[in-house]
């Protein structure tokens, strides 16, 4: 089972007991705003995703994780690592991503999480390049991926919605 830990969270696989936090969080609209065109998600579909997301640790060896905040046992949202089928342009990929309750922003959970998911991609699973992509005008995912080191790429436009993109990349060093 792979997990990772940082000073405050777990990054872990997905259980049973994580789909009603799970779809609690793709429940707010204000969550969701940044995600697709912005619909957010039922019981079900976050019932799908999880499955969907733990069939991508089976079948690439990695996937986003569940983050558990250690010191209440809070599921916080996910981070890690994913295969960005959604910007065919930008295939070959794997994007770093993440989604965290409301009650989780601000305290720099995020940022230390994909941080984690980072060191995890570039140096446990060997990746010489990852992405992150975000919708223009979401500033806390950009200010995120400064943190971490990338530097934006290009700028794009969501195939399905119309919406514009901008995609990070940061690469291992040698």
């Not at 079948?59 to 959604?86: D, H, K, N, T």
């Not at 991609?121 to 919708?135: I, K, M, N």
């Amino acid at each position: 089972m792979t997990s990772l830990r940082t000073p405050r969270l777990t990054l872990r696989r997905w259980r049973e007991d994580d789909l009603d936090a799970m779809a609690a969080i793709n429940a707010d609209p204000e969550v969701m705003r940044w995600i697709g065109d912005g619909s957010v998600r039922d019981r079900a579909e976050t019932a799908d995703a999880i499955a969907a997301w733990e069939r991508e640790w089976e079948e690439l060896g990695l996937g986003l994780f569940a983050v558990e905040v250690r010191q209440s046992r809070q599921l916080a949202g996910f981070v890690g690592l994913s295969v960005p089928r959604f910007l065919p342009e930008i295939l070959p990929a794997v994007e770093l991503g993440w989604r965290l309750g409301r009650s989780f922003w601000g305290s720099g959970l995020a940022t230390e999480a994909a941080r984690a998911a980072l060191h995890f991609a570039l140096r446990d699973r060997g990746l010489a390049r990852v992405v992150s992509v975000h919708t223009v005008g979401n500033d806390a995912s950009e200010q995120i991926m400064r943190k971490l080191g990338m530097r934006r790429e290009r700028e794009t436009t969501h195939p399905a919605y119309g919406l514009p993109l901008c995609v990070h990349v940061i690469e291992a060093r040698s």
